[in-house]
């Protein structure tokens, strides 16, 4: 019910609103950015707010309410295994010795949201209805029923299954921390035939945004790695990325299982495979691999429950903030100690910067808001030219 309120208020005050937006033109998505943001003077739209002047200084009067803030210590300060720490005044944060970013958020950044297309399609009375049909299949057995299930039809509407609302409000509070932003919004598909880019291969972007993106085609996850490798960010919101491969059909605008979630599909038959599709490469570059079976977390600021979560699985992860997992089910002996982290990660001339947690769930949660605003946007790209 709140997201569906979220959702109605954010299109009634912003249905006529221009505010330096860019929307990309070959875009597939369906609503253009320029109707999504509030056309109110003080951009408050999204939680109905009295607060009057710029952004910027909305955004400075809202960190200082008297809310619960992570603090983990009473004072400043940069912990030996190189956490983020709120200072005792809940405004500023002491950041990573090790931190490879200085400075604020960059002026004229461009960022871009990307909408989880495929993976809406995925949860759209397709993929899950043949999962649990055929839950007890064992390894070596063709199934050749039902394999119409193992392809949808790609929305261009936000899903609440699959990072659209999330979405939706983040584009007001990108507003509010980078007013002179160039904020685009893509589908799935724009990044699988290649929209980051410019006709000289170089990136359009400063800043990719991902949600709930467990399905992507092959391309997809390709030119996200290369967007990162060229120097750009691509922040993940949630746990549970770059799980399962399909293919998509731009003639017929549908997708299709290809590899992963424990299944492969030629096409005329499906049989078990894999669970995680690119789980050593992603491990690589991503700097994670998606987990289930956490039971609690020690170190909860957000008051967030487990659903589903990124763990540590490269070494040369920065650790911004440790939850303190707690781990239940069979696998744990097998897993051993998992660490879910927000977390940095350098990868050739770009980085990741992962929350590990299943954003979607918070991303109303003021405290929550205010810990992206200055850990992930204030470090996450350089000042810009």
């Known amino acids: 019910m709140m ?10 005050n912003s249905v006529f609103a221009i505010f330096e937006v860019q929307a990309t033109t070959n875009s597939s998505y369906k609503y253009p950015v320029t109707t999504l943001l509030d056309s109110m003077t003080n951009n408050s739209a999204l939680n109905g707010s009295t607060f009057t002047g710029s952004p910027l200084s909305i955004t400075k009067e ?16 940069t912990t030996a295994n190189n956490d983020y720490i709120f200072s005792e005044n809940k405004s500023e944060i002491s950041t990573p010795s090790n931190n490879s970013h200085t400075g604020e958020f960059g002026k004229k950044v461009k960022i871009a949201l990307v909408m989880p297309t495929f993976t809406a399609a995925a949860y759209d009375q397709s993929f899950y209805l043949f999962y649990n049909k055929y839950i007890n299949v064992t390894s070596g057995v063709n199934i050749t029923t039902d394999l119409n299930l193992l392809s949808s039809k790609v929305t261009k509407e936000p899903s609440s299954s699959a990072s659209g609302f999330a979405m939706l409000y983040l584009l007001g509070n990108l507003k509010w921390i980078s007013p002179e932003s160039h904020i685009g919004f893509l589908a799935d598909q724009d990044i699988d035939k290649g929209s980051i880019f410019r006709s000289n291969g170089s990136n359009i972007y400063d800043v990719i945004i991902l949600g709930h993106q467990e399905y992507v085609t092959q391309k997809e996850y390709d030119n996200l ?19 399962a491969q399909v293919k998509y059909n731009s003639n017929k605008d549908t997708m299709t299982l290809v590899k992963g979630h424990s299944w492969a599909f030629n096409g005329k038959s499906a049989w078990r495979s894999v669970n995680e599709r690119w789980k050593n490469e992603t491990a690589q570059w991503v700097g994670s691999n998606y987990i289930s079976g956490i039971a609690k977390f020690s170190n909860n600021p957000f008051d967030y429950l487990p659903h589903e979560e990124q763990y540590i699985t490269n070494p040369k992860d920065i650790i911004l903030l440790n939850y303190n997992a707690t781990r239940s089910g069979p696998n744990f002996n097998k897993m051993g100690s998992a660490v879910v982290a927000t977390y940095e990660l350098n990868y050739q001339k770009g980085r990741i910067i992962a929350l590990g947690l299943y954003s979607d769930d918070i991303i109303i949660n003021g405290t929550f808001d205010r810990y992206f605003d200055n850990v992930i946007l204030q470090y996450a790209v350089r000042n810009q030219d």
Request: glycine share 12%; aromatic share 14%.
């Open 3 to 12: 997201i569906f309120v979220l959702f109605s208020l954010l299109v009634t």
């Open 62 to 77: 809202l960190r200082n309410l008297n809310e619960t803030i992570p603090i983990p210590g009473r004072q400043g300060y």
């Open 225 to 243: 790695k290369q967007f990162v490798s060229d120097g750009g960010t691509m922040i993940i919101l949630d746990g549970n990325v770059f799980y």
